[in-house]
């Protein structure tokens, strides 16, 4: 049912469209609440436009057409009464490459806040600063958050853009192949605060990294062409997958 | 000889004419700066600026000349920035799907390429006549921001496209507005190619001549404008005036004044592009 208590997100015979496209056919999916679902397939077979299905991201491409229902915690979040800003507040996404705005580090991470009408100093300062900490960056940046956080590493970026989505308080975060563009050190980095964020937020991550997938995730979804294959415990899809195309994907035997 | 060498010799030649090419234009243009500022350097002091025109060359002086030029330029500025940046907004952001923008999109760019002379008879019509503006700093002001919105506009446009795709993304992510996008991230973000693209369209319109005569620029003004409603002359209608005198002692007044025109569009012109430097450092994605 999806009113489920512990389904937050799930998709009903979702098909997507771009142009003559057929994206993504007839996906059925639930996602658990606090968990981490990991979306694994080859380039090319929706994961992302599947995961900018649930915060309407894909309404800004022109040629986009979606059918079927996305719930959210029982509301159908393609509603004409939904609220899109409403919703993306509850629903934040960190990007595959690091998009820190051009401004201070104070001003990225306030900037969710800010746009909500929030202006009390002491407020924002304490919210910037928890995000810093739950996104591990608040001890190499604490001593100049009036830095441009286009001067910070790449790693710090993305650890930037986590913290600028975590400042909001959403309940679910969407991750676009978040540590696709870091080194192993800032990999890890981010790969251990998803595990500590799973307490408080349910998380979607894309992934292309098959031990990325089986070290963060619950439960893990495998797309080919556009169709949802395989949608599993973790542990299960990686011991024993049940079908050959999963098989094949994950252990590299792939044609 | 060889093919190799053919070709080595053809790059030389290349070289050559281009290096020729190069210093026909800067000798040109250096030929012409050195004679009027022989000519017109020595004229220039306080009194030239300060001195009203007169029948008497060695009395004359640019007052009225740019003071008009001030009140012009300060007006097409007021007038052209706020309408060429909102159009331009609008336009990238906004008007991307429908058709009626992409007749806009054509136009402003034929625009761009109208003599200027067509838009003083556009002013004289609409703003001189329709609108009773008379000969009036108004009138002139809304002539030139006419003929330099199509520049503002293609700015704009350039420098909103500069900002990356990926920085609205990260700002509707967070639940941001079409709005707040834009206000917050885009516009500050392109700023420094704005600001860049106005100060060059304005440095553009203090040179402009044709457009204000057709609405009624006067050549001799005995007085400093005190309202935008004013009868007014700018800095380039006064040297074309001093230019057709026989008297010499006004071709030397003319030199002077081309002098401290030339001198306010190179001093923009330096504005512009210490500003665009100034962005670009700043943020480099
Ligand atoms: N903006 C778009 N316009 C048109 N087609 C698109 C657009 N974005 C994606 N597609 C197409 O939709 C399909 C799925 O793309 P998507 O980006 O979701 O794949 P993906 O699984 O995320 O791939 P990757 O692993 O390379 O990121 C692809 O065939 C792609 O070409
Ligand atoms: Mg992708």
Known sequence: ?255 | MTNSKKNRIKDKLFEYFGIACTFFGLVMLAIFIGNILIDGLTRIDLDFLQNLPSRKPEKSGILTAWTGSLWILCFTTLIAFPLGVAAGIYLEEYGKKSSLSSLLEVNISNLAGVPSIIYGLLGLEIFVRVFSLGNSILAGAFTLALLILPIIIVATREAIRAVPPSIRAASYGLGASKWQTVWHQVLPASMGGIFTGVILAISRAVGETAPLIVVGALAYVPFTPSSPMDEFTVMPIQIFNWVSRPLHGFTINAAAAIIILLLITFIMNGIAVYLRNKWQKKISW
């Open chain 1, 1 to 255: 049912m999806t009113n489920e208590l512990n389904y937050i997100l799930e998709s009903k015979n979702v098909n997507v469209y771009y142009g003559e496209l057929h994206a993504l056919k007839d996906i059925n999916l639930k996602i658990q609440k606090n968990s981490v679902t990991a979306l694994i397939g080859p380039s090319g077979c929706g994961k992302s436009t599947f995961l900018r299905v649930f915060n309407r991201m894909n309404d800004y491409i022109d040629s986009f057409k979606i059918e079927g229902d996305v719930f959210m915690e029982g509301q159908n979040i393609y509603d004409k009464k939904v609220r899109v800003d409403e919703l993306r507040k509850n629903i934040g996404m960190v990007f595959q490459k690091p998009n820190p705005f051009p401004k201070s580090i104070y001003e990225n991470v306030a900037y969710g806040l800010k746009i909500q009408g929030i202006k009390d100093k002491e407020f924002l300062m304490d919210r910037v600063e928890n995000s810093l900490k739950q996104a591990a960056l608040w001890d190499e940046v604490k001593d100049d958050l009036k830095k441009s956080a286009l001067a910070l590493s790449g790693g710090q970026q993305q650890r930037i853009c986590i913290a600028r989505a975590l400042a909001v308080e959403p309940n679910v975060l969407l991750m676009d192949e978040p540590t696709s563009a870091l080194d192993p050190i800032s990999t890890a980095k981010v790969e251990e605060l998803i595990n500590e964020l799973k307490e408080k937020y349910t998380i979607v991550i894309v992934t292309h990294n098959m031990q990325q997938a089986s070290r963060v995730s619950d439960n893990t979804a495998f797309f080919y062409m556009g169709d949802l294959i395989e949608h599993a415990k973790t542990e299960d899809i990686f011991r024993n997958p049940k079908k050959e195309r999963t098989q094949n994907y994950i252990t590299g035997r792939f044609g």
